[in-house]
């Protein structure tokens, strides 16, 4: 049983970065695809962006050209890229993996603030 854990969270200013990580307690090589959702406050959980073994990435269309996610299959660990933030990035955010079982984690909260 793999756990995802998700870090680098907090609170950042419209315009700022942050950048979230997801550690695996094993081996990610044979997940063939992770990546990222998120739910805003009285929202329902969204797509963010994914990323498949072979590297071909998938973005939403409101975060595409202002994040970046990437794997480090070395480290087990999977990342989000967060440029250039809005008021609207603020969410928990939560990595996701498939393999021979569907993995989540218990999210990291971003909050987008003046």
């Known amino acids: 049983q793999v756990q995802l854990v998700e870090s680098g969270g907090g609170l ?27 739910q805003a406050p009285g929202k ?7 990323i498949t073994t072979g590297g071909t990435t998938n973005y939403a269309d409101s975060v595409k050209g202002r994040f ?28 996701d993996a498939w393999g021979t079982q569907y993995y989540w984690g218990q999210g990291t909260q971003v909050t987008v603030s003046s």
């Open 12 to 38: 950042v200013q419209p315009g700022g970065s942050l950048r979230l990580s997801c550690a695996a307690s094993g081996s990610i090589s044979s997940f063939n695809r992770m990546g990222w959702l998120r």
């Open 44 to 50: 329902g959980r969204e797509f963010v962006a994914a």
């Open 68 to 95: 970046t996610i990437s794997r480090d299959n070395a480290k087990n660990t999977l990342y989000l890229q967060m440029n250039s933030l809005k008021l609207e990035d603020t969410a928990v955010y939560y990595c």
